[in-house]
């Protein structure tokens, strides 16, 4: 009863995560940040925990919103790899307000995105991807994602 998503970065890596099992194939991707802040390598690598220690201290040494936000979106990736939904929220939802760039801000809402669809909001998960897309029609990973849950949903519904 678990699916894989995949954490997109210079190398694809992947998850587990849980979804509803039978749902058509294809995996749910999460983005890390474009910057190469202290921490994402670990968490792309796969050490969360790692990741998140490297991150947290970071993040008490910084007040730039712009480092704030690309650390937020690698803890929101962190924890959702690790299953922890409560503490994802809280770092998703902020990165997604620090972002000024339209670029960031779509990975920002597709991990937010993602994050709802695990908590079994499919309608938030499809608006919150209808956003990533407005902000960067460009974001493939976006795409995939929207097709993806769409899909799930339509599945589900029959």
């Given at each position: ?130 956003m ?24 589900a519904?029959?």
């Open positions: 009863m678990q699916n894989l998503i995949k954490i997109t970065a210079i190398a694809a890596i992947t998850l587990a995560a849980f979804t509803a099992s039978g749902s058509p194939s294809g995996s749910l991707e999460l983005k890390t940040s474009y910057a190469d802040v202290y921490g994402v390598r670990d968490v792309e690598a796969g050490n969360y925990q790692t990741g998140v220690q490297k991150l947290s201290q970071f993040k008490a040494k910084t007040s730039h919103r712009g480092e704030l936000a690309d650390i937020n979106t690698n803890l929101c990736v962190a924890y959702i790899s690790q299953g922890d939904l409560q503490q994802a929220t809280t770092t998703c939802s902020e990165a997604v307000k620090m972002y000024t760039s339209k670029r960031e801000k779509s990975i920002a809402y597709n991990n937010l995105a993602v994050l709802s669809y695990l908590q079994g909001d499919a309608k938030a998960s499809v608006e919150n991807l209808e990533a897309a407005y902000l960067n029609p460009h974001n493939d990973i976006t795409a995939r994602n929207l097709e993806r849950v769409l899909a799930r949903s339509q599945f519904s029959n």
